[in-house]
Nanobody, 115 residues
Framework: QVQLVESGGGLVQAGGSLRLSCAASGSVASINAMNWYRHTPGKQRELVAGITTGGSTNYADSVKGRFTISRDTAKNTVYLQMNALKPEDTAVYYC?????????WGQGTQVTVSS
């Protein structure tokens, strides 16, 4: 089992920045990749960014150049630095840890970007 705790969401004006954190505990050695997803009511859940244990990263086209995913392996924590935020980035952001046979999810953190 892996437990994930997200933090760092909030309300920010357009053009501002936020940094989300996702702290993992439990069977962290089983994790192959960590991803950030977001969900807005009425829309499909969207993969925002991901990072593998090898350090490879990937981003949704909508956030490339604005968001950066990183990790602190000593703290078992993944971060999502979000810059130049837009109102369309408003969503609940979820951290997801992918293991071989299962995916673990955090509780989500709300990000609201005002225009």
């Amino acid at each position: 089992q892996v437990q994930l705790v997200e933090s760092g969401g909030g309300l920010v004006q357009a053009g501002g920045s936020l940094r989300l954190s996702c702290a993992a505990s439990g069977s962290v050695a089983s994790i192959n990749a960590m991803n950030w997803y977001r969900h807005t009511p009425g829309k499909q859940r969207e993969l925002v960014a991901g990072i593998t244990t090898g350090g490879s990263t990937n981003y949704a086209d909508s956030v490339k150049g604005r968001f950066t995913i990183s990790r602190d392996t000593a703290k078992n924590t993944v971060y999502l630095q979000m810059n130049a935020l837009k109102p369309e980035d408003t969503a609940v952001y979820y951290c997801c840890a992918r293991a071989v046979l299962y995916a673990y999810w955090g509780q989500g953190t709300q990000v609201t970007v005002s225009s």
